[in-house]
């Protein structure tokens, strides 16, 4: 299958501060990305779908401002955290999907540990 | 509204025994039907899928799903585990055009000698 890099696996950061989380899409060109998280056993819930090239559609209850999401290129995004905070500590995946494809593939997640 | 049930969040089962994993949906539409596997700070494995046709699809790993329309389900099993099957397993659903994916809470494997 298709190989997604996510990167990097773990960050710790200071509260305050901000952090990015790349996606890649190594062998395809993604023209859909998802963000999802992961809370402590639950479920990963999305975040945010985003397509090349446009502004990111987040669900309900996601504050955009925080968690900005960058879709520039057919293989990259990018979801920055800002001004985080220790309940913003969690794991975050994301699945990348070329047009037409019925399957998304997932990179291999960044655990975020903010202090 | 579009949910997916995993009502078993741990279950322990003897290497070599069989295993099955429960999951019951939710959906306004067709849906795709999908079961990803998790190991420990690792991303989802996708285990199989099933789109149409024949409602017993076989995966990687020595898994199969069947899908049962009548029942709302699509239960994961293995005739044989083995103790590197322990890991997160989840049940996910999809519309056809896989805009988005919903996902159940997860089912926590764990294999005993």
């Known amino acids: 299958g298709a190989v997604v890099s996510q990167h990097p696996s773990r960050v710790i950061c200071k509260s305050g501060t901000s952090v990015k989380i790349e996606c890649r899409s190594l062998d395809f060109q993604a023209t859909t990305m998802f963000w999802y998280r992961q809370f402590p056993k639950k479920s990963l819930m999305l975040m945010a779908t985003?397509?090349?090239?446009?502004?990111?559609?987040?669900e309900q209850g996601v504050e955009k401002d925080k968690f900005l999401i960058n879709h520039a290129s057919l293989t990259l995004s990018t979801l920055t955290v800002t001004s985080a905070h220790p309940e913003d500590s969690s794991f975050y995946i994301c699945s990348a999907r070329q047009t037409g494809n019925t399957e998304a593939f997932f990179g291999q997640g960044t655990r975020l540990t903010v202090v | 509204a579009q949910s997916v049930t995993q009502p078993d969040i741990h279950i322990t089962v003897s290497e070599g025994a069989s295993l099955e994993l429960r999951c019951n949906y939710s959906?306004?539409?067709?849906?795709?039907l999908f079961w990803y596997v998790q190991s420990p700070g690792q991303g989802l494995q996708l285990l199989l899928k099933?789109?149409?046709?024949?409602?017993l699809v076989q995966g990687i790993k020595g898994f199969e799903a069947e899908f049962k329309r009548s029942q709302s389900s699509f239960n994961l099993r293995k005739p044989s585990v083995h103790w590197s099957d322990a890991a997160e397993y989840f049940c996910?659903?999809?519309?056809?055009?896989?805009?988005?994916?919903?996902f159940g809470s997860g089912t926590k494997l764990n294999v005993k000698p």
């Open positions: 099933y789109f149409s046709g024949d409602t």
């Open positions: 996910a659903v999809g519309p056809r055009d896989f805009n988005k994916f919903y």
């Open positions: 985003s397509n090349e090239g446009s502004k990111a559609t987040y």
């Open positions: 959906y306004g539409a067709t849906p795709y």
